[in-house]
């Protein structure tokens, strides 16, 4: 009688190899890492422009209808508020920007008011009926400069927001034009 020779794995053999693919691993997960997390910070700062630019390029267009002078800012607190009082289609509409609450939104079709001042919060806009649409999130810091002195210099709106996502924070500023 032949006795036939067993063929497999040792222990040994098992733990090297299971070693082996051990340390493979480990150098694909590193080499991987970091590509992933530059992505992954990429996308952040592209969403963070992207609410950027979305607030400047509906004010800019909103300004694009007005003229100089239908234009009113006031600010209270943690919010500043850009009011356009011309486009006729659509009535008055607002930018309020509120580093309180960390958002930007915009008020349209409401009732405007002769005191501007009376309104500088959420809350007085909604009373006076206005449409509210949110345009930006995550903002840590927004100023609006604006100021209506002289209509020879003093053509443009700026803005200047500062997004802040995940400890990863942008400042954006934009220079909007006005009309004569």
């Known amino acids: 009688m032949t006795i036939a020779k067993q063929h497999g794995f040792t222990l040994i053999e098992l733990v090297v190899a299971m070693s082996i693919s ?33 607030v400047a390029n509906n004010m800019a267009a909103d300004l694009r209808l007005t003229m100089f002078g239908n234009v009113r800012y006031t600010s209270s ?33 409401y009732t405007p008011d002769a005191n501007f001042s ?10 006076a009926g206005a449409r509210v649409g949110l345009l930006a999130q995550d ?3 927004c100023q ?5 002195t002289n209509p020879l210099h003093d053509r443009l709106v700026g803005l200047q927001m500062q997004l802040t996502r995940n400890g990863e924070t ?3 500023f934009r220079q909007l034009p006005l009309r004569n």
């Open 139 to 141: 903002v840590s810091a």
């Open 77 to 109: 607190g943690t919010t500043e508020v850009l009011e356009i009082t011309s486009p006729a289609p659509l009535g008055p509409i607002a930018y309020l920007c509120d580093s309180g609450t960390q958002t930007v939104q915009r008020y349209s079709n």
């Open 170 to 172: 942008m400042t954006v």
């Open 144 to 148: 609006i400069n604006y100021t209506a």
């Open 118 to 127: 009376n309104r500088d919060s959420d809350a007085d806009l909604r009373v």
């Open 22 to 54: 051990a340390i493979v691993v480990g150098f694909m997960v590193m080499f991987l890492v970091t590509p992933v997390q530059s992505y992954l910070a990429q996308a952040r700062r592209a969403e963070l422009v992207g609410s950027a630019d979305r």
